[in-house]
C-alpha cells in the first residue's frame, strides 16, 4: 500500500524568508511524486511533480522540491517565500509499480506567511 | 487548452434527497476522471475512478455511487443523502501518454452542505 504523511499541520515563515514543506512517503515500487496548492475555496493546482532524473524538480511560482530516495522525503522548498504563497499544499504519491492510477495525498500542510 | 468544469459551485441539501453533480472536461479525448471529497478542508478521499465510458472503479464502498455517460462527462450520484456527505467534491482528470506521469489535474470543486 502507498501512504503519504505531511508532519506539520501549520508552517509559519515570514516573507522573504525561505520555507520548507515537508513530506515522506511509502510505496512498495518506484515513486511518482507531486506537489498540489489549494486556496481557500478552489481546487488543487499542479505546482510541480518528480518522475525520474534529477532530485531537484522545479515547478511552478518559484517552488522546487527534492528527492530523497533514501530518506523517502520529496521536501517542497521556495528561497524567498511571498504573503501569496499562503495555502493549504498537498504532497501525493503513485506507486507505479502497482499499475493503480489513482494518487495517495497527505493530509496537507497550512503554509503562513507574515508580511 | 484542457479545461474542467464542475457544477453546480454550492449545494446545499436536507438529508434523504438525491444528489447529482457533474464534471465534464473540455480539449482532450479518453481521460481518466476521478471523484475525490475533501472533508474539513483536508485530507482529499478518493472516490471513484474510471478509464473510459461505463468504467468505474469504487475507492471506498457508501452510499454514492459514480457513471460516466460519455468521454469527458462525470457524474457522482446518490439516491439519499446523508449528513456524512457533507464535503468539497472534487473532480479530477489526467490523460496516460508514455512516459508521462499521468498527472492530474482537479476541476474547481463543488461545495455540499446536507441539513
Known amino acids: 500500500a502507498q501512504s503519504v504523511a505531511q508532519p506539520e499541520d501549520q508552517v509559519n515563515v515570514a516573507e522573504g524568508n525561505p520555507l520548507t514543506v515537508k513530506c515522506t512517503y511509502s510505496v512498495s515500487g518506484n515513486p511518482y511524486l507531486f506537489w498540489y496548492v489549494q486556496y481557500p475555496n478552489r481546487g488543487l493546482q499542479f505546482l510541480l511533480k518528480?518522475?525520474?532524473?534529477?532530485?531537484l524538480v522545479k515547478g511552478s511560482y518559484g517552488f522546487e522540491a527534492e528527492f530523497n530516495k533514501s530518506q523517502t522525503s520529496f521536501h517542497l522548498k521556495k528561497p524567498s517565500a511571498l504573503v501569496s504563497d499562503s495555502a493549504l499544499y498537498f504532497c501525493a504519491v503513485r506507486d507505479i509499480n502497482t499499475g493503480r492510477r489513482a494518487l495517495t495525498f497527505g493530509s496537507g500542510t497550512r503554509l503562513q506567511v507574515q508580511p | 487548452s484542457q479545461t474542467i468544469h464542475q457544477w453546480p459551485a454550492t449545494l446545499v441539501q436536507p438529508v434523504g434527497s438525491p444528489l447529482s453533480l457533474e464534471c465534464t472536461v473540455e480539449g482532450t479525448s479518453n481521460p481518466n476522471l476521478y471523484w475525490y471529497r475533501q472533508a474539513a478542508g483536508r485530507g482529499l478521499q478518493l472516490l471513484f475512478y474510471?478509464?473510459?465510458?461505463?468504467?468505474i472503479s469504487s475507492e471506498v464502498p457508501q452510499n454514492l455511487s459514480a457513471s460516466r455517460p460519455q468521454d469527458r462527462q462525470f457524474i457522482l450520484s446518490s439516491k439519499k443523502l446523508l449528513l456524512s456527505d457533507s464535503g468539497f467534491y472534487l473532480c479530477?482528470?489526467?490523460?496516460?501518454?508514455?512516459?508521462?506521469?499521468?498527472?492530474?489535474?482537479f476541476g474547481p470543486g463543488t461545495r455540499l452542505t446536507v441539513l
Open positions: 518528480y518522475i525520474t532524473g534529477d532530485n
Open positions: 479530477a482528470w489526467s490523460v496516460w501518454t508514455s512516459g508521462d506521469t499521468d498527472t492530474q489535474y
Open positions: 474510471s478509464v473510459g465510458i461505463g468504467q
